[in-house]
């Protein structure tokens, strides 16, 4: 079966002249990519790990797999269609299929948005709005009467879970967690891995999980691949990375854990 989302020698950072949405721009000049051929699968219903140490390139990856910044060599494939020449009509079917959530539960919420409003976002003046957005508030266990109170009021956990509602909101295919339980705290933690695995067990959602943390990958990976310096340099199911390390940089990351 063809993989939901897959990297083809992508390589970024190399090229310069390119601008990402965050306005950062790369130059020319003699620094080594920030990501190097990087060649990985994610298969459906399954969670694909990525660990690195801190500047290993984890991000940048998150931001080239959900499509936010094209690659400056090689290929992003979503059900083997290629993000850079699709035709617009299967990019708009690519975007909400992909969802990312990210660290800072309480940076990605904005203040000033009710909770009704922010997970209802992406969703437009649809008919149904309101009791979607109240199933999705379920979804993650919380409860749907909070739709009028502002994020303030919630703990980072909470936080979270409204940041996963409103990324379930388009019923994506995949979702890319970027070091999304790193804020928490432990237990806290567990209940938001617990979380995803139920909701990809109900929902058969696939899941790129990126974090620094060998535990929190352990948790849910199915297979795993450790970014070192902007390279994959170890890959496969998550026991026998986790098991029988081969790669320094992946040993290293297992020391730190236990
Ligand atoms: N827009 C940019 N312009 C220039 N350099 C960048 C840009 N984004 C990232 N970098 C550099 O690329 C490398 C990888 O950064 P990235 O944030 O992807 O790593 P990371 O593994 O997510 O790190 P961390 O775990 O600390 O968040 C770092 O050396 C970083 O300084």
């Known amino acids: 079966m063809t993989p939901i989302l897959q990297a083809r020698n992508v390589t970024y950072g190399r090229t310069g002249g390119r601008t990402d949405r965050q306005g950062f721009s790369f130059t020319r000049s ?6 190097k051929n990087i060649s990985l699968d994610l298969k459906a219903g399954q969670t694909l790990g990525i660990v690195g140490a801190s500047g290993s390139g984890k991000s940048t ?5 959900s499509g936010l910044i094209a690659p400056d060599e090689g290929q992003v494939l979503y059900q083997g269609q ?15 299929a992909i969802q990312m ?30 009791a979607r957005i109240r199933t999705a508030l379920q979804d993650v266990g919380l ?30 295919c995949v979702i890319i967690a970027d070091e999304a339980v790193s804020a928490l705290d432990v237990s806290t933690q567990a209940i938001v891995l617990n ?5 990809q067990k109900r929902q058969g959602l696939s899941y790129v999980f990126v974090s620094h943390d060998l535990a929190v990958i ?25 098991d029988t390390p081969v790669q320094p940089a992946t040993k290293a990351l297992l020391e730190n854990t236990y």
């Open 61 to 65: 990856l998150c931001r080239i797999l």
């Open 218 to 242: 352990r948790h849910l990976s199915h297979h795993i691949a450790v970014l070192d310096q902007g390279r994959i340099v170890e890959s496969g199911p998550a026991s026998d990375i986790l």
């Open 143 to 172: 409860s749907a009467d909070i739709t009028h109170r502002y994020p303030r009021t919630f703990s980072g956990g909470q936080k979270q879970r409204i940041a996963i509602a409103r990324a379930l909101m388009t019923r994506p």
């Open 30 to 35: 003699a620094r080594p990519p920030i990501l």
């Open 101 to 130: 959530i990210f660290q800072d539960p309480a940076g990605a919420l904005d203040p000033r948005q009710t909770i009704g409003d922010i997970v209802g976002e992406a969703l437009g003046p649809v008919p149904d709005r309101d």
């Open 195 to 199: 979380l995803l695995l139920d909701l």
């Open 82 to 96: 290629d993000f850079a020449t699709a035709s617009e009509a299967v990019r708009k079917k690519i975007r909400p």
